[in-house]
C-alpha cells in the first residue's frame, strides 16, 4: 500500500509540472517544474508560447522566476529553448531568402524585381538611350527611405504597429484583400485608400479605446511601413513592353529602365503617363538629362499607363560637339537648344558657321549657318549638321630658333621687326654669328623664301637691316659653334681605357692619358704619334700620307720627359713591353704523387717535367693510361664558322659541328706514351704544354669494359692473351643491330684501334687493361617494298622481250 501510495504521489508531480511547462505563460505555479523531464515537444510548445506573445526566453525570465522556478532550471530551460531556436533558423534560412529578397538594414522588404538588361547597338546614338541600356544604372525606391507620408495604403502593404510604454504589444500586420488590418483585442481597421499618416491617427485612435495607458499617454503608439505592396502598371511603345509588377513606391523612371527605354522609334519627349483613362503626366527625359531636372519622375499607382509615342523630328550631330548623336527636337526649339544637348562644341571646333544637310521631297540641299543664325534657326527632321575642325594655321605666330636664350613660338603685332623678336627671346647667346641671320617666310602662294638679315646692322639701329617681320615668319640665329669641325683624338695601346676622345685646344699628352685612366702594367716607354699631314699643293716627290713622332713616356707616373701638345686627329699608341707574360698554369691530375696546377716555368714545358715536378707516378699508376685534354679555343670554333663547305641552304652540318665543339667536347685528348718517353726523352709523345692544358694519369684498371650494341653492357676482368672477340663474347655477343665489323677499341690513354679486314680475313685490335671496346649499330637501310620488286620485274621482263625480238 506504501508503494502505491509513492508512485501515485510520483505520477501526479511529474503530471502537474508537464501541464505547467505546456502553458508557462498562464501558468501561476512553475516551482514543480523540472527542465530535464521535459520531452523536446515540450520544448517545441514552450517555443511556440513565446512566438505568439512576440517574447524572447530572455525576456520572459523575470516573469518565471516571479512563478517559482528556481535560477538553475531556467538556465536549462533557455540553454534548451535557445539549442531548438538555432537548429529552426538553419532549417528556415532557405526559405527566408527566397520569401524575404530585399530585405534592408530597416527590416522593410519588397518583392525582388529581375530585368535583364540587353545592350542596344542599334539605338546607341540616340541621345538618352544610354539611360536605359546601362545595366549598372538602377531606378529602383530605396526602401530604407522613410515611408512618404502620403503614401496611400492598399492591399498587400504590411504595418509594423508597436505600443511601448507602460503596456507593450508589437506586430507585423497585412493589409487584407478588403483593405483591412485586424489588431488583437482591437478588432479590424479600415485603411485601404488611405495615406499612411492618416492611417497612423485611425489606428492610434482604436488602440487608445482598449488600452487605457496609451489614452493617459504612459503608453505610445508607432506605425510604420513594414512590406511593400506590389503594383501592375503597362508599357506601352518601349523596347520591351508589356505589363510589370513593381514596388508601389517605384516612379516613371523605374519603369521606363525595366523595359529598357523608347523603342527603336519611340519618342524621349513626350512620354504620357496615363491614370484613369486621362494623361496624367508630359515627360520628357530631356530635362533630366539635360538639367537634372526629376519633377517629371512621379510615382506610380496600380493600372497606370505609360505610353510611349514614335517621335516627331530627329536630328544628327556629327562632329566637333562633345555629345555628338541623334536628338529629338520638339516643335520651335533652335539650333542653340540643339548645341545644348550635345553639350556645346568642343576645342577644336570651327564655331564660325555649322553646315547643315537638308532634305527637300526630291533631293538634298546644303544651308549654312551663321553664328548669329544660332538663336533663331530652327531644324528640321532629318537635317544633318556637321561641326568640322579649326584650320591647322596660326594669325599671328612668329618663330625664332637658334642662339638666343629663349628660342620658342611668339606672339605676332603689325609692324614688329627682327630686334623685337630678339629682345622677347631675352637676347643674343655669346656664340651667335652676327654677320648673318635668315628668315624663312611663307609668301601669299604658300610657297617659302628665305631673307638674309645682318644682325650687327639690325640690333646697331639699321632700319634696313632692321627689316620688319611677318606672320609665321622663322628666324634662325646662328652659333659660330655650327661652322667648327668636331675635332677627336684617338688613343691606343696600353691604357686602360682606349679609344676615341674630344679635341680641345691646348690638350697635351700628359691631359689624355689622364683622361683614359691612366697606363696599363705591361706599358712599355715607346709612344707613337701618327698625325695628318695638311698641305694646299700635292708633294710627289714625299711619298708619306702622315708624320710620325716618337716620344719617351715615364711608365711609373704615367708622364713624359716633354709635354708634348695634340693637334686635331691625332692617333697615339702606347706600345707593349718586349716582355711581359704573366705566369701560366697547367693542371696534373690522377696517380701521382702531387696532384694539383702548376706554373708553366719556360717556353718549352713538357709533359715529363710536369710529372716530375709533381713527384712522379705511383705505384698504382697505369702506364699506358696517360693522356692529356686540351680546351677547344673560341678561334677554333670561329675558324670552322669561317670555313665554307659548299652546302646546301637547309643543311646545318657547319652549326652543329661548332655547337658540338663548343657545348659537348670542350677539350681534345693528346694520347700520352709514357714509356716511350721514359726510353726517350724527345719522343714525341713527350709534347710541350699549352696553358689551361691538363695532364690526367688513371689508376690500373685491370678490366675491360665492353658497351654498344652487345647483350650485356659489362666490365670484363682483363686476361693476357684474350683477343677481342673473347670479351664480345663474353658479354653475350652483339645483339640484333649490333655492328660487329665495325667495333673499335679505346685505350686508356684516348686512343682508338679500329677493326680491320682483308678478303675474307679480319683483324681486331689488341685488348689492353682498362680500354673500352665499342660495338655501334648498324645503319638503317630501307627494304624493297613488294610493288617496288613487282616494278623492278616488269623492267627486267620488258628488257629480256626486247633482246630476243633483237635477235630474231
Request: proline residues 3%.
Given at each position: 500500500?506504501k508503494?502505491?501510495?509513492?508512485?501515485?504521489?510520483?505520477?501526479?508531480?511529474?503530471?502537474?509540472?508537464q501541464?505547467?511547462?505546456?502553458?508557462?505563460?498562464?501558468?501561476s505555479?512553475?516551482?514543480?517544474?523540472?527542465?530535464?523531464?521535459?520531452?523536446?515537444?515540450?520544448?517545441?510548445?514552450?517555443?511556440?508560447?513565446?512566438?505568439?506573445?512576440?517574447?524572447?526566453?530572455e525576456?520572459a525570465?523575470?516573469?518565471?522566476?516571479?512563478k517559482?522556478?528556481?535560477?538553475?532550471?531556467?538556465?536549462?530551460?533557455?540553454?534548451?529553448?535557445n539549442?531548438?531556436?538555432?537548429?529552426?533558423?538553419?532549417?528556415?534560412?532557405?526559405?527566408?531568402k527566397?520569401?524575404t529578397?530585399?530585405k534592408?538594414?530597416?527590416?522593410?522588404?519588397?518583392?525582388?524585381?529581375?530585368?535583364?538588361k540587353v545592350?542596344?547597338?542599334?539605338?546607341?546614338?540616340?541621345?538618352?538611350s544610354?539611360?536605359?541600356?546601362?545595366p549598372?544604372?538602377?531606378?529602383?525606391?530605396?526602401?530604407?527611405?522613410?515611408?512618404p507620408?502620403n503614401?496611400?495604403?492598399?492591399?498587400g502593404?504590411e504595418?509594423?504597429v508597436?505600443?511601448y510604454?507602460v503596456?507593450?504589444y508589437?506586430?507585423?500586420?497585412?493589409v487584407?484583400?478588403?483593405g483591412?488590418?485586424?489588431?488583437?483585442y482591437?478588432?479590424?481597421?479600415?485603411?485601404?485608400?488611405i495615406?499612411?499618416?492618416?492611417?497612423?491617427?485611425?489606428?492610434?485612435?482604436?488602440?487608445?479605446r482598449?488600452?487605457?495607458?496609451v489614452?493617459?499617454?504612459?503608453?505610445?503608439?508607432s506605425?510604420?511601413?513594414?512590406?511593400?505592396?506590389?503594383?501592375?502598371?503597362?508599357?506601352?511603345?518601349?523596347?520591351?513592353?508589356g505589363?510589370?509588377s513593381?514596388?508601389?513606391?517605384?516612379?516613371?523612371?523605374?519603369?521606363?529602365?525595366?523595359?529598357?527605354?523608347?523603342?527603336?522609334?519611340?519618342?524621349?519627349?513626350?512620354?504620357?503617363?496615363?491614370?484613369?483613362?486621362?494623361?496624367y503626366?508630359?515627360?520628357?527625359?530631356?530635362?533630366f538629362?539635360?538639367k537634372?531636372?526629376?519633377?517629371?519622375?512621379?510615382?506610380?499607382?496600380?493600372?497606370d499607363?505609360?505610353?510611349?509615342?514614335?517621335?516627331?523630328?530627329?536630328?544628327?550631330?556629327?562632329?566637333?560637339?562633345?555629345?555628338?548623336?541623334?536628338?529629338?527636337?520638339?516643335?520651335?526649339?533652335?539650333?542653340?537648344?540643339?548645341?545644348?544637348?550635345?553639350?556645346?562644341?568642343n576645342?577644336?571646333?570651327?564655331?564660325?558657321?555649322?553646315?547643315?544637310?537638308?532634305?527637300?521631297?526630291k533631293?538634298?540641299?546644303?544651308?549654312?549657318?551663321?553664328q548669329?543664325?544660332?538663336?533663331?534657326?530652327?531644324?528640321?527632321?532629318?537635317?544633318?549638321?556637321?561641326?568640322?575642325?579649326?584650320?591647322n594655321?596660326?594669325e599671328?605666330?612668329?618663330?625664332?630658333?637658334?642662339?638666343?636664350?629663349?628660342?620658342?613660338?611668339?606672339?605676332?603685332?603689325?609692324?614688329?621687326?627682327v630686334?623685337d623678336?630678339?629682345?622677347?627671346?631675352?637676347?643674343?647667346?655669346?656664340?651667335?654669328?652676327?654677320?648673318?641671320?635668315?628668315?624663312i617666310?611663307?609668301?601669299?602662294?604658300?610657297?617659302?623664301?628665305i631673307v638674309?638679315?645682318?644682325?650687327?646692322?639690325?640690333?646697331a639701329?639699321?632700319?634696313?637691316?632692321?627689316?620688319?617681320?611677318?606672320?609665321?615668319?622663322?628666324?634662325?640665329?646662328?652659333?659660330?659653334?655650327?661652322?667648327?669641325?668636331?675635332?677627336?683624338?684617338?688613343?691606343?695601346?696600353?691604357?686602360?681605357?682606349?679609344?676615341?676622345?674630344?679635341?680641345?685646344?691646348?690638350?697635351?699628352?700628359?691631359?689624355?692619358?689622364?683622361?683614359?685612366g691612366?697606363l696599363?702594367g705591361?706599358?712599355?716607354?715607346?709612344?707613337?704619334?701618327?698625325?695628318?699631314?695638311k698641305?694646299?699643293?700635292?708633294d710627289?716627290?714625299?711619298?708619306?700620307?702622315?708624320?710620325?713622332?716618337?716620344?719617351?713616356?715615364?711608365?711609373?707616373?704615367?708622364?713624359q720627359?716633354?709635354n708634348?701638345?695634340?693637334k686635331?686627329f691625332?692617333?697615339?699608341?702606347?706600345?707593349?713591353?718586349?716582355?711581359?707574360?704573366?705566369?701560366?698554369?697547367?693542371t696534373?691530375?690522377?696517380?701521382v704523387?702531387?696532384?694539383?696546377?702548376?706554373?708553366?716555368?719556360?717556353?718549352?714545358?713538357?709533359?715529363?717535367?710536369?710529372v716530375?715536378?709533381?713527384?712522379?707516378?705511383?705505384?698504382?699508376?697505369?702506364?699506358?693510361?696517360m693522356?692529356?685534354?686540351?680546351?677547344i679555343?673560341q678561334?677554333?670554333?670561329?675558324q670552322?664558322?669561317?670555313?665554307?663547305?659548299?652546302?646546301?641552304?637547309n643543311?646545318?652540318l657547319?652549326?652543329?659541328?661548332?655547337?658540338?665543339?663548343?657545348?659537348?667536347?670542350k677539350?681534345?685528348?693528346?694520347?700520352?706514351d709514357?714509356?716511350?718517353?721514359?726510353?726517350?726523352?724527345?719522343?714525341?709523345?713527350?709534347v710541350?704544354?699549352?696553358?689551361?692544358?691538363?695532364?690526367?694519369?688513371?689508376?690500373?684498371?685491370?678490366?675491360?669494359?665492353?658497351?654498344?650494341?652487345?647483350?650485356?653492357?659489362?666490365?670484363?676482368p682483363?686476361?693476357?692473351?684474350?683477343?677481342?672477340?673473347y670479351?664480345?663474347?663474353?658479354?653475350?655477343?652483339?645483339?640484333?643491330?649490333?655492328w660487329?665489323?665495325?667495333?673499335y677499341?679505346?685505350?686508356?690513354?684516348?686512343?682508338a684501334?679500329?677493326?680491320?679486314?682483308?678478303?675474307?680475313?679480319?683483324?681486331?685490335p689488341?685488348?689492353?687493361?682498362d680500354?673500352?671496346?665499342?660495338?655501334?649499330?648498324?645503319?638503317?637501310?630501307?627494304?624493297?617494298?613488294?610493288?617496288?620488286?613487282?616494278?623492278?620485274g616488269?623492267?627486267?621482263?620488258?628488257?629480256?622481250?626486247?633482246?630476243?625480238?633483237?635477235?630474231?
Amino acid at each position: 500500500m506504501k508503494n502505491v501510495t509513492v508512485l501515485l504521489l510520483l505520477f501526479f508531480t511529474f503530471f502537474s509540472f508537464q501541464l505547467n511547462a505546456q502553458d508557462l505563460m498562464k501558468s501561476s505555479d512553475l516551482s514543480t517544474v523540472k527542465v530535464d523531464y521535459l520531452s523536446d515537444s515540450d520544448i517545441a510548445k514552450i517555443r511556440t508560447q513565446l512566438k505568439s506573445n512576440n517574447m524572447t526566453i530572455e525576456e520572459a525570465e523575470p516573469m518565471i522566476l516571479s512563478k517559482g522556478m528556481s535560477a538553475a532550471e531556467f538556465s536549462k530551460l533557455k540553454v534548451r529553448v535557445n539549442e531548438g531556436m538555432v537548429t529552426s533558423t538553419l532549417n528556415k534560412k532557405e526559405e527566408e531568402k527566397k520569401s524575404t529578397t530585399n530585405k534592408k538594414d530597416s527590416g522593410r522588404t519588397q518583392e525582388k524585381i529581375v530585368n535583364n538588361k540587353v545592350k542596344d547597338s542599334v539605338n546607341a546614338l540616340i541621345f538618352g538611350s544610354e539611360l536605359f541600356d546601362n545595366p549598372t544604372l538602377n531606378f529602383e525606391p530605396d526602401s530604407n527611405l522613410a515611408t512618404p507620408m502620403n503614401y496611400v495604403l492598399g492591399p498587400g502593404d504590411e504595418l509594423q504597429v508597436s505600443v511601448y510604454g507602460v503596456q507593450e504589444y508589437n506586430a507585423s500586420i497585412p493589409v487584407s484583400v478588403e483593405g483591412k488590418i485586424t489588431i488583437q483585442y482591437v478588432g479590424q481597421i479600415s485603411v485601404a485608400g488611405i495615406s499612411i499618416e492618416a492611417a497612423t491617427q485611425k489606428i492610434k485612435a482604436a488602440i487608445a479605446r482598449v488600452y487605457s495607458t496609451v489614452r493617459s499617454g504612459q503608453s505610445q503608439v508607432s506605425v510604420s511601413l513594414s512590406r511593400i505592396r506590389t503594383i501592375k502598371i503597362t508599357i506601352v511603345g518601349g523596347k520591351q513592353p508589356g505589363n510589370y509588377s513593381i514596388s508601389s513606391l517605384a516612379t516613371v523612371y523605374n519603369a521606363l529602365h525595366l523595359a529598357g527605354g523608347p523603342g527603336k522609334n519611340g519618342s524621349y519627349r513626350n512620354i504620357e503617363l496615363i491614370r484613369n483613362n486621362k494623361v496624367y503626366k508630359n515627360i520628357d527625359i530631356y530635362r533630366f538629362l539635360v538639367k537634372g531636372d526629376q519633377s517629371d519622375n512621379v510615382s506610380l499607382k496600380e493600372n497606370d499607363v505609360i505610353r510611349i509615342p514614335v517621335y516627331t523630328q530627329r536630328v544628327t550631330v556629327e562632329g566637333e560637339v562633345k555629345r555628338p548623336g541623334i536628338f529629338e527636337m520638339k516643335k520651335g526649339e533652335k539650333f542653340s537648344d540643339l548645341l545644348n544637348f550635345a553639350s556645346g562644341f568642343n576645342e577644336f571646333a570651327y564655331t564660325a558657321s555649322v553646315n547643315v544637310l537638308q532634305k527637300t521631297g526630291k533631293e538634298f540641299k546644303v544651308h549654312d549657318i551663321n553664328q548669329s543664325e544660332f538663336s533663331t534657326y530652327i531644324p528640321q527632321s532629318g537635317d544633318v549638321f556637321r561641326i568640322t575642325k579649326i584650320l591647322n594655321r596660326f594669325e599671328n605666330r612668329i618663330k625664332i630658333e637658334g642662339a638666343v636664350f629663349r628660342p620658342d613660338y611668339y606672339s605676332y603685332n603689325a609692324g614688329m621687326r627682327v630686334s623685337d623678336i630678339i629682345a622677347r627671346a631675352e637676347g643674343l647667346k655669346e656664340d651667335a654669328y652676327t654677320k648673318r641671320a635668315r628668315i624663312i617666310r611663307l609668301k601669299s602662294d604658300l610657297t617659302t623664301e628665305i631673307v638674309n638679315v645682318n644682325l650687327e646692322n639690325a640690333l646697331a639701329g639699321d632700319l634696313n637691316a632692321n627689316i620688319e617681320l611677318k606672320r609665321e615668319d622663322e628666324v634662325t640665329v646662328y652659333s659660330i659653334l655650327d661652322f667648327r669641325e668636331e675635332y677627336k683624338v684617338t688613343i691606343d695601346g696600353e691604357v686602360k681605357n682606349p679609344g676615341e676622345y674630344p679635341f680641345y685646344d691646348n690638350l697635351t699628352l700628359n691631359d689624355l692619358v689622364a683622361q683614359v685612366g691612366g697606363l696599363t702594367g705591361s706599358a712599355s716607354k715607346r709612344v707613337e704619334i701618327a698625325r695628318m699631314i695638311k698641305s694646299d699643293e700635292i708633294d710627289d716627290a714625299n711619298p708619306k700620307r702622315i708624320e710620325l713622332v716618337e716620344l719617351e713616356i715615364t711608365a711609373d707616373n704615367n708622364e713624359q720627359v716633354k709635354n708634348f701638345v695634340l693637334k686635331p686627329f691625332d692617333v697615339i699608341n702606347i706600345r707593349r713591353m718586349a716582355v711581359y707574360e704573366k705566369p701560366q698554369m697547367v693542371t696534373i691530375s690522377g696517380a701521382v704523387s702531387y696532384p694539383g696546377k702548376y706554373v708553366l716555368a719556360n717556353k718549352k714545358e713538357s709533359v715529363y717535367n710536369i710529372v716530375m715536378r709533381a713527384g712522379g707516378l705511383t705505384s698504382v699508376a697505369n702506364l699506358e693510361g696517360m693522356k692529356i685534354k686540351r680546351p677547344i679555343k673560341q678561334e677554333q670554333i670561329d675558324q670552322i664558322e669561317r670555313v665554307d663547305l659548299n652546302l646546301a641552304k637547309n643543311d646545318t652540318l657547319k652549326e652543329d659541328l661548332a655547337k658540338k665543339l663548343k657545348e659537348e667536347l670542350k677539350y681534345v685528348t693528346i694520347p700520352v706514351d709514357w714509356k716511350k718517353i721514359m726510353k726517350d726523352k724527345d719522343h714525341y709523345s713527350n709534347v710541350t704544354l699549352f696553358p689551361d692544358d691538363e695532364i690526367e694519369i688513371s689508376i690500373l684498371n685491370e678490366g675491360v669494359k665492353v658497351t654498344g650494341s652487345v647483350l650485356l653492357n659489362s666490365e670484363i676482368p682483363y686476361r693476357n692473351g684474350k683477343g677481342f672477340r673473347y670479351y664480345i663474347n663474353a658479354v653475350g655477343g652483339v645483339d640484333n643491330k649490333g655492328w660487329k665489323k665495325k667495333a673499335y677499341i679505346i685505350y686508356p690513354n684516348g686512343k682508338a684501334a679500329v677493326t680491320g679486314s682483308f678478303l675474307f680475313f679480319r683483324s681486331y685490335p689488341k685488348v689492353a687493361p682498362d680500354s673500352q671496346i665499342v660495338v655501334p649499330e648498324k645503319p638503317e637501310t630501307k627494304k624493297i617494298s613488294t610493288g617496288e620488286w613487282v616494278s623492278i620485274g616488269s623492267v627486267i621482263t620488258s628488257l629480256a622481250l626486247l633482246i630476243v625480238t633483237a635477235f630474231k
